[in-house]
């Protein structure tokens, strides 16, 4: 069983950071793309950031500049630093990981972000 664990969320002020984490385990040796996601309550998931193996990143326009998502790839984790928070980040982010492009996504469990003073 392939397993995500994340870790890293929490209550921020408007303006501050967080980073956020996210290991994957179990019967995954060949990950592609990692990444996360966003969902606010009631809506589709987003995406928010991806990696591939080699460093090439993908972001969405209301993160660019503010958020950087990075890998260790012999530790099988991602993580994304998010700086200068906005109230419109409160969400639940969920990272995910692909073995092939286009291919099935191992979701993680969910961390919550809040964002208010």
């Known amino acids: 069983q392939v397993q995500l664990v994340e870790s890293g969320g929490g209550l921020v002020q408007p303006g501050g950071s967080l980073r956020l984490s996210c290991a994957a385990s179990?019967?995954?040796?060949?990950?592609?793309?990692m990444g996360w996601y966003l969902q606010f309550p009631g809506k589709q998931r987003e995406l928010v950031a991806a990696?591939?193996?080699?460093?090439?990143?993908n972001y969405a326009d209301s993160v660019k500049g503010r958020f950087t998502i990075s890998r260790d790839n012999a530790r099988n984790t991602v993580y994304l630093q998010m700086n200068s928070l906005k109230p419109e980040d409160t969400a639940v982010y969920y990272c995910?990981?692909?073995?092939?492009?286009?291919?099935?996504?191992?979701w993680g469990q969910g961390t919550q972000v809040t964002v208010s003073s």
């Open positions: 990696i591939s193996r080699g460093g090439s990143t």
């Open positions: 995910y990981a692909r073995e092939v492009v286009a291919g099935p996504r191992y």
């Open positions: 179990g019967s995954i040796f060949n990950i592609y793309t």
